[in-house]
């Protein structure tokens, strides 16, 4: 049973053989071809937090894939009614994949602990590999490969930065990281990552300009993401020098993409014209989560019975 909690659970063979699956199936959608290939498969959707891409996007590419999408709501009771496990344990009972988004990693890992389908993390405070996987196709469709590419992120050492890191690492995509003091990544884990993947370029600064010199691609998040709210005054201060805006795009290639997981709140770690700008491939990004998620759940459970 393979569940996709983090990255980390992919090799980098495995995210190359979900991307050329995307391919096929994205060419083929293109077409008009809606291949059955997971008929009367069920997925469920546990959701802590809210969500428009990612829950739609894999209701709709299930839908595609001649299954079916179940989205759970408070009724149920997760984390109320009875224990995790059991509850876990009742619920894969019944479907054959289950996406589940929680305010803490830990939950994800309980859940995919009992449950005899498989697990996607649908974003967790700790991470969101759909979405670095969904980005990192983006950035090979854009460029054609992902060969010499730097990806620059400017902004919170979060969830989506360090699911994009540990995608870079298993790619060789070289990633720059520009944190304020406070907000980076952990050190430690910056290290066993080099350790996993000697040769592969990870740069660590506090200086957005150094981290976008060169890059492919610009990438930034929210200041405070969700379950952040209390914070969302004070990182609004800490991160005032760290928007993505023409000022700082003139320090990248003139063809550097732009790139956000969104949502945005534009007007803080965005300008509108940098968002708005012919380089901002923001909306084919949300797009591709569907393209992309078909592939992992193509990947996950085509194989199974
Ligand atoms: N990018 C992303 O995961 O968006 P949602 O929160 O809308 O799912
Ligand atoms: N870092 C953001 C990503 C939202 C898709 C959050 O966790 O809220």
Redesign the pocket.
Known sequence: MRHLLTVSDLSGDEIHRIFALTDDLKSKLAQGVRESILPGRVMALLFE?????????FQAGMAHLGGTSLMLGDDVGFGKRERIDDFTRVLCEFIDVLVV?SKQHHTVEQVAQHATCSVIN??TDLS?P??ALADLYSLKEQRGTLDGARLAWVGDANN?ARSLAIACSKLGVEFAVAAPRGYEFDAEQCQAWRTDAPGWELQITNDPHEAVAGASAVYTDVWAS?GQEQQQAKRKQDFADYQVNQQLMASAPEDALFMH???ARRGEEVSDAVVDSPNSIVVAQ?GN?MHVQKGILAWLLAAQS
Do not use: D, E, I, Y
């Open positions: 937090k809210p969500s428009l891409r990612t829950r739609v996007s988004r649908g974003l969101h759909c979405q989506v969700m997981c969104l949502p949300a989560r």
